[in-house]
């Protein structure tokens, strides 16, 4: 990376805070999520000291909403009478002021994922989380070529690089007054008034399937436990990225590497993350810096 | 624990019988269970030496509890649809004459969650296991009060010991005429005649999701496999705390807790549980007994 | 195993080479598993180097399998509202000419998977992939007897040694012009001209839930990515039996084994699986050849 133009000058809150946060209110984090993450996403949810609850259905979502202290909504194995438990999650969580993160797996892949993700940004999502091909499927007109043929994926894997992302997210972030968060190689987290990168992680996380999804999760545990949303995903993403690389050093593969992740998750201490957060924050990209690498 | 004031004298079958039976006999255990658990209960199942099969479906799951030795439902991930195989599913195996095994999850949450419990407890469960929480809310008139402000559980985690729902669970053995388990630290079981407390367990389980959920899976194993539903189900909880206890000691973290689990129960001699249970056969509580110190 | 009367003289592709394509194109995979496979299927699959979608609805199904290289559909957890998903689905593979795969899950125990299987037989599957007492249900008339009563199968587990499917495999793939395998302890492959035993595997696998599967979508990964569909389903059999080979030796039991596996099929080499794998090629079987020993 190149050094940042112009930063944000305010400091962040260290990392170590919002996880101090999760770990003493376990918030109970609602999740509506695929068939793949149900799992692992309950399993990383309690490892990081959250209460983890899969309550999706229509009939019952909403009234969950407005109990839990944050809803998270991925789209992975999308149905319409899911959608429906969605919208009506959704829509009780922004009427109760409760955070909410929005998941919108494979979105440029089908119309049902690209018409879900529209009504679902209608509802006021405090974040949005996604690979780069995701996050420039919801503001296409601003992504950033990369000299690659690209359609923003053509199924769940990101085939657009992070940076390619960036000016979408902000777009996002500053049409839907929220906070976005790209994940990849590097992270890159904006409000719109605020950008971040984050470099912590390991190239084995992509080997384990839904660590994305549950992801989403975590971030909803860390607004759920208060704080401001835009340096809680900031402080999500570099204990998630931190852990990977905690877990890589006792893997063999895949396998073992979603089970050492687990264990990391669980005994990482918030003043290692303190110390080993990699989180630079960066100027908010815009499209009028001609200066800018992206 | 204070020494029983009035034990029923009729010694218990040891437990390894029990679990020698579901070895010799693999029964083929139908599970309605939750997105979470569906694969957990499954390899759980298959490492006690049962024969898993997770059939749900209203339009097959009747005919399916005629050929299965026994039945679980949990609520866990419910919905309309999803209700309607399992009262189509308890109303054959109920009518078959075989065992099925009911598992309230968070039935103090929602409306659904409450209507769905009365419904399934018309058609005659063998066996109902919860967490405290949970059996309070089934019979919660007699939930005996601990001084903490409790309404049943918000999420699915127990906010109540389990010694405050041994009231309610005798009044809902009593009631429906079956076994009714309390899992927690110390776990208690009772069929309204007998009880009995079982101390096998470990600090780590409830780390691990679904470990709830995939016991009532075990639990109809043991059912399925034939013998007293309440020495039975006895058995099944020692078994199950004792392979956890085992599990612990090559444990690094929840994530290694989970595999060493596996492990544990799949190794477990039936000679080692005799040796190892905790059981300790109870007076039944009686809101009657003015000495009692619950 | 008897040598064969009549083996087909034609050498076949060495197995490796389809692992290396695989590795090499990355097939985008797409799954209609059931709820306990879709974690395991997605994390095999990455581990053997596709891209896994689980995409399901029947409002997206048919669109995304013309995006996609293969298709794989499983009746495990069946229902009516996913049987719609399936049949839109493989209409659409067949129509644009996708391989597609077919794993008829305990498709003997209700009229829902008989009618199912049948439907989704209609739709020229590319392979279909069972254990034995399913293939025979599938073609009935020509199950071999072994003296054990048996009906095709009660739970989803095999009640059927693989050799008595042989020749329901053979007509099945006859009639369907399609592959089919029968995997168990010796798996049979065969298209009606060509037949093979594959010898790998190891005791364990069946201990662990949903390994058939996943090798289900395994093996709609080898066909996604090009190549004769029979040699392929032989290379993808191979290399999956030895990954379990690899696997055992660090395994403690059914978890250990579980998480090995995944590591196992990451790191097993295109010439390793060359040199290990355990190939037979033999004669199709023939009710005709009365010197057979079936």
Same mark, same amino acid.
């Given at each position: !990376?190149?050094?940042?133009?112009?930063?944000? @000058?305010?400091?962040?809150?260290?990392?170590?805070?919002?996880?101090?946060?999760?770990?003493?209110?376990?918030?109970?984090? @609602?999740?509506?999520?695929?068939?793949?993450? !149900?799992? =692992? $996403?309950?399993?990383?949810?309690? *490892?990081?000291? *959250?209460?983890?609850? !899969?309550?999706?259905?229509?009939?019952? &979502?909403?009234?969950? &909403?407005?109990?839990?202290? &944050?809803?998270?909504?991925?789209?992975?194995?999308?149905?319409?009478?899911?959608?429906?438990? !969605?919208?009506?999650? $959704?829509?009780?969580?922004?009427?109760?002021?409760?955070?909410?993160?929005?998941?919108?797996?494979?979105?440029?892949?089908?119309?049902?994922?690209?018409?879900?993700?529209?009504?679902?940004?209608?509802?006021?999502?405090?974040?949005?989380?996604?690979?780069?091909?995701?996050?420039?499927?919801?503001?296409?007109?601003?992504?950033?070529?990369?000299?690659?043929?690209?359609?923003?994926?053509?199924?769940?894997?990101?085939?657009?690089?992070?940076?390619?992302?960036?000016?979408?997210?902000?777009?996002? *972030?500053? %049409?839907?007054?929220?906070?976005?968060?790209?994940?990849?190689?590097?992270?890159?987290?904006?409000?719109?008034?605020?950008?971040?990168?984050?470099?912590?992680?390991?190239?084995?996380?992509?080997?384990?399937?839904?660590?994305?999804?549950?992801?989403?999760?975590?971030?909803? *545990?860390?607004?759920?436990?208060?704080?401001? =949303?835009?340096?809680?995903?900031?402080?999500?993403?570099? /204990? /998630?990225?931190? $852990?990977?690389?905690?877990?890589?050093?006792?893997?063999?593969?895949?396998?073992?590497?979603?089970?050492?992740?687990?264990?990391?998750?669980?005994?990482?201490?918030?003043?290692?993350?303190?110390?080993?957060?990699?989180?630079?924050?960066?100027?908010?990209?815009?499209?009028?810096?001609?200066? %800018?690498?992206?």
């Amino acid at each position: !990376m190149s050094p940042p133009l112009d930063v944000d @000058q305010r400091p962040l809150e260290p990392p170590g805070a919002a996880l101090r946060r999760v770990r003493a209110r376990a918030p109970l984090v @609602q999740n509506i999520t695929n068939f793949v993450a !149900m799992n =692992p $996403a309950a399993n990383i949810l309690l *490892a990081v000291g *959250a209460s983890p609850a !899969m309550v999706h259905a229509r009939e019952e &979502a909403g009234e969950f &909403a407005r109990i839990a202290d &944050a809803l998270t909504i991925n789209i992975g194995t999308l149905s319409p009478v899911w959608l429906d438990g !969605m919208l009506v999650a $959704a829509a009780a969580a922004a009427d109760a002021g409760k955070p909410w993160v929005l998941d919108p797996v494979a979105v440029g892949a089908t119309a049902l994922r690209r018409d879900a993700a529209r009504r679902l940004l209608e509802l006021s999502p405090s974040l949005v989380r996604g690979n780069a091909s995701e996050i420039i499927a919801l503001a296409p007109a601003t992504r950033v070529g990369t000299g690659a043929d690209t359609s923003g994926g053509k199924g769940v894997d990101a085939t657009d690089p992070v940076a390619a992302a960036e000016l979408a997210a902000v777009t996002l *972030a500053e %049409r839907q007054g929220c906070v976005v968060a790209v994940t990849g190689e590097i992270d890159f987290v904006t409000d719109g008034r605020r950008a971040a990168h984050i470099a912590n992680g390991h190239v084995m996380m992509p080997q384990v399937t839904a660590l994305g999804c549950a992801l989403t999760g975590v971030c909803g *545990a860390f607004l759920g436990a208060g704080g401001d =949303p835009f340096e809680c995903t900031v402080a999500a993403l570099a /204990y /998630y990225g931190l $852990a990977g690389e905690h877990a890589a050093r006792g893997a063999d593969g895949p396998g073992s590497f979603a089970l050492c992740f687990i264990d990391a998750l669980s005994g990482l201490s918030a003043d290692a993350l303190d110390k080993d957060a990699r989180i630079a924050p960066i100027a908010v990209p815009s499209p009028h810096d001609a200066g %800018r690498q992206w």
